[in-house]
């Protein structure tokens, strides 16, 4: 089973940029897609970005289009968010978690590992 840290949030201005990173552990990081989600205060969690096992192929909600992109490094079990033109409405703390991919392209993402810590990123105005 994969466990997974969070870490590159912080605060930063609006229109600023973020750079989140998702160490796993385990030997079997690359067969999985990965994916990307937030949570807000009062909010329940959602789905941002997915990404498939070969990095191949990748999934964004419409919030964040043109915006953001995840990637990933097989090779270092690791899987990355750029935040790009930051806003206020993304402050949230963010989570990554391994994904069935069907299950993002019918709009209802489901994280099929345990929650880790998330990192929070918080965007001022």
């Known amino acids: 089973q994969v466990q997974l840290v969070e870490s590159g949030g912080g605060l930063v201005q609006a229109g600023g940029s973020l750079r989140l990173s998702c160490a796993a552990s385990?030997?079997?990081?690359?067969?999985?897609?990965m994916g990307w989600f937030r949570q807000a205060p009062g909010k329940e969690r959602e789905f941002v970005a997915a990404?498939?096992?070969?990095?191949?192929?990748?999934y964004y909600a419409d919030s964040v289009k043109g915006r953001f992109t995840i990637s990933r490094d097989n090779a270092k079990n690791t899987v990355y968010l750029q935040m790009n033109s930051l806003k206020p409405e993304d402050t949230a703390v963010y989570y990554c978690?391994?994904?069935?991919?069907?299950?993002?392209?019918?709009?209802?993402?489901?994280?099929?590992?345990?929650w880790g810590q998330g990192t929070q990123v918080t965007v001022s105005s």
């Open positions: 978690n391994a994904v069935l991919f069907q299950t993002v392209l019918t709009g209802h993402a489901v994280g099929i590992g345990s």
């Open positions: 385990g030997r079997t990081f690359s067969n999985y897609a």
């Open positions: 990404i498939s096992w070969s990095g191949g192929s990748t």
